[in-house]
């Protein structure tokens, strides 16, 4: 009896190193694929995001590119959001401001296809495109809707606001 119980623990330690082994080479994965996502879940001041590509209302393809020529003023939205749908004369009003400080305003749907007719009721002015990916609302960390924000030339957030707008927030945009 002696004999097998000084094997099966000779056999468990061998097994319990092997596992040791796999666990800390395990973590070792986990913290380097999970080193670049750092920060709050949603949008900040500074944050670094990416150009992409997009398709207008009437099928043309369109790309968001930071090229370094102008700065962009985006509105992501929902038709189906009441917030949003509340914010838009708030909306037109930034938009005039803003293309009059030649930014590029969009303002980028998040809804499916199938809402091609109620995203083309809308009173706007400002070109609306629809994201075809869900990658670029998580590059964008979009966490809540209506979402506003203002994006240099470089691809760096300048300024961002979800929800509605207040008047303080009016103020700070438009300055």
Request: with cysteine; hydrophobic share 40%; net charge positive.
């Amino acid at each position: 009896a002696l004999v097998v119980a000084f094997i099966f623990l000779v056999v468990l330690s061998r097994n319990n190193l092997q596992l040791r082994k796999e666990t800390s080479e395990l973590k070792s994965t986990v913290v380097t694929m999970s080193g670049t996502i750092v920060g709050p879940p949603s949008s900040q001041i500074g944050d670094i995001v990416p150009s992409f590509d997009a398709v207008s209302l009437e099928g043309k393809p369109t790309s968001i590119l930071y090229d370094g020529s102008s700065k962009y003023l985006l509105y992501l939205f929902s038709v189906r959001c009441g917030v949003c749908e509340n914010e838009l004369p708030k909306w037109n009003e930034i938009a005039s401001r803003g293309k009059l400080k030649n930014y590029k305003v969009f303002g980028l749907s998040i809804d499916p296809e199938d809402a091609k007719g109620e995203l083309s009721k809308l009173d706007r002015n400002f070109d609306l495109l629809l994201l075809q990916s869900k990658s670029v609302q998580r590059a964008y960390r979009v966490v809540a809707i209506p979402l506003v924000m203002i994006v240099s030339g470089k691809g760096t957030v300048e300024w961002v606001h979800y929800g509605a707008l207040s008047e303080g927030s009016l103020r700070e945009i438009s300055s």
